[in-house]
């Protein structure tokens, strides 16, 4: 297979770029807007662009969207060319996935979320892994299936059961693939399709995201090789968790930059609460360019304390 052309809404894939892609399912909270903050630096201290993209295919909230860009814009970030959008882009998921069926790469699974928690794993495929039950169905068992009604989602027919990546703060990373999902069964692209494809067109060489992530990342990078497609660098960076060490939440406090304007923070203070916790300092993020290093950066979660979510310039 080659490489799929760029179409014509994306950034042209020259220089390289960094990007940031958030979910518009609310407003983004201090552990988001500390990722989006590092992608950037990432990005820009390498003199990459910087792409915007909306992964607005699931959990969308009406407003979200435009409040993500205005708090993004607000603490310095900038981004070049139009902000994309995934569902813009249904056709050329669509065309991935026609590529991998016709290379045989490609199978439809019937199981339900249940069936697939309750089978057990594979005998030697990866902890968790989808345990291959649809993988070798009959074409007449397939017809039984779609007959009783069920909804089929597409999956890859991986030959791989691990992949390795190279991430700039973990090293070498090597994780589970399984035959994962390509096209859900309500129809819509998954994730980790969408992702792969629209990094590679969008000219995104450097990937910097949550390392909530970076279980999932050898499965991209193992399907960008299938698809012939770059695959970028990564820097899966640590999140921020309460002191209960699970990930931010809005019932923890002030967490949004709308909550810590509410009371009285400006956003020079919220950027320099995020520089702090990155053990550097500054009020807006180019201030933090000069500087930058990443191998300087926290390796551990960011663990923010009630203190810290009370306002530093007092509350109402
Ligand atoms: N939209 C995804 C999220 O908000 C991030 C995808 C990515 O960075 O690869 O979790």
Known sequence: MTVMPTDSASVPPTAGAGRYAPSPSGDLHLGNLRTALLAWLFARSTGRRFVLRIDDLDRVRPGAEQRQLSDLAALGLDWDG????????????????????????????????REIQQAATAPHGPQGAYPGTCRDLTPAEREERR????????????????????????GKY???????VLRRGDGLPAYNLTVVIDDA???????VRGDDLLPSTPRQAYLATLLDLPVPEYAHVPLVLNTAGQRLA???????????????DTVRDVVGMLAASLGSSGGRADELLTGFDPDRLPRSPWILTPDSLVSTAGGP
Do not use: N
């Not at 959008?85 to 339900?112: I, K, N, P």
């Not at 090597?174 to 994962?180: I, N, T």
């Open 82 to 113: 139009p902000v994309l959008h995934q569902s813009d882009r249904l056709h050329r998921y669509d065309e991935a996935v026609d590529r991998l069926t016709a290379a045989g790469l490609t199978y439809e699974c019937f199981c339900t979320r």
């Open 201 to 207: 067109e969008h000219g995104v060489d450097q990937v």
């Open 174 to 180: 090597r994780g589970p693939v399984d035959d994962l």
């Open 147 to 170: 007959a009783a009604g069920r909804p089929g989602a597409l999956r890859l027919r991986s030959a791989r059961t691990d992949f390795e990546i190279t991430d700039r703060l973990h």
């Open 250 to 264: 809005k019932r923890d406090g002030a967490v949004t930059l709308a909550d810590r304007r509410d009371r009285g």
